[in-house]
């Protein structure tokens, strides 16, 4: 049975850890006794405990909470105020699939909590997060996707357009010449939510071992596919 993901991300200090663990089990819960025979099964995506700096992770992290439905936080959750901001961002912006943003407060109630929350989002609508091949159709989000990001990088808001235009031109044709160049096995390919785009990455196969492999290009690094796998992993147990 093909099940339907639902990624909830939980911003959770990692010392001393009781509430991380417990926000496993909670998911674990669901899963077994509710979602599943719903055809729905929640991965809980965190750092793994035992990550001693945060910030190696961080364009992982960003990356994960753009693709979530829902994030739980424990608390205050210190060193998590930039998670905090992004998701409620992402809550708002109809493009992205984050549906609710809680906070649940640490201790001995916080797996019975996490649990209900879980259930309650069964109800929910679906948000049905896809991924397709690129073609000529989807030319123009991809050049505003690297216009936009280069024009942050440059920092070219406030340049006249007669100087600006001309400048992202050049720099998406270079940048498109040089993924060619760099990955010329490179498959593109978009991600939507409820068809529409939520980010765009290029999938590599390497000829020397036959897998995958992400290059890091636009708010994706090599980490991402390791933490989902890993809290993939932890929702399947």
């Not at 529409?196 to 090599?222: A, F, M, Q, V």
Request: glycine residues 6%; aromatic residues 8%.
């Amino acid at each position: 049975m093909p099940y339907r993901l639902v990624h909830v991300f939980a911003a959770i200090p990692l010392s001393p850890g009781a509430e991380l663990r417990a926000f496993y089990r909670a998911v674990a819960a669901v899963n077994e006794s509710e979602a599943m025979s719903q055809g729905v099964l929640f991965v809980p995506l965190a750092l793994p405990e035992g990550s001693a700096d945060k910030s190696l992770f961080q364009s992982a992290i960003d990356y994960n909470i753009r693709l979530c439905a829902y994030y739980i936080q424990a608390g205050d959750a210190p060193g998590f105020s930039h998670e905090y901001a992004l998701a409620l961002a992402c809550r708002d912006d109809a493009a992205l699939p984050m549906r609710q943003v809680a906070v649940l407060q640490e201790g001995a109630e916080f797996e019975s909590r996490a649990r209900s929350l879980l259930s309650g989002w069964l109800e929910s609508p679906a948000v049905e997060v896809a991924r397709r091949s690129a073609d000529e159709t989807d030319r123009e989000f991809v050049r505003q996707l690297i216009f936009d990001l280069v024009s942050d990088e440059l920092g070219m808001a406030a340049w006249p357009e007669a100087m600006r235009a001309p400048l992202l031109e050049i720099q998406f044709q270079a940048r498109m010449r040089g993924i060619r160049e760099a990955y010329p096995e490179a498959e593109e390919e978009l991600l939507t939510a409820n068809g529409e785009y939520i980010d765009r990455h290029t999938k590599i196969r390497s000829h020397l071992s036959g897998r995958p492999r992400h290059p890091t290009l636009w708010r994706k690094s090599n980490a991402l596919g390791r933490l989902l796998m890993v809290n993939l992993i932890a929702a399947l147990h």
